[in-house]
Nanobody, 119 residues
């Protein structure tokens, strides 16, 4: 069974930091690209950051320089270090695993973890 379990969300003050973790199981972790997405109430889900199986990263412009995505293949875990948090970062954050296959996209999602940035 494929599982992506996020943890580390919570309430933090503006300017603070938070580290999200995503523990993966049930698939060959090191051949998947991993990503973090977020969704605020009433808004579309948006990409935050991705990391390939080779370690190449990409970030949304809104988080560039503040967030860092990383992975530890030996632990089947992906992280999102979030610094200098802003109220606009408030959202449910979702972990994603994806790869292209012959007939389409092999895509898995976690259940999400709430991040609230507020004073």
């Amino acid at each position: 069974q494929v599982q992506l379990v996020e943890s580390g969300g919570g309430l933090v003050q503006p300017g603070g930091s938070l580290r999200l973790s995503c523990a993966a199981s049930g698939f060959i972790f090191n051949i998947y690209a991993m990503g973090w997405y977020r969704q605020a109430p009433g808004k579309q889900r948006e990409l935050v950051a991705t990391i390939t199986n080779g370690g190449s990263t990409n970030y949304a412009d809104s988080v560039k320089g503040r967030f860092t995505i990383s992975r530890e293949n030996a632990k089947n875990t992906v992280y999102l270090q979030m610094n200098s948090l802003k109220p606009e970062d408030t959202a449910v954050y979702y972990c994603n695993a994806a790869r292209l296959v012959l007939f389409g996209r092999d895509d898995y999602w976690g259940q999400g973890t709430q991040v609230t940035v507020s004073s």
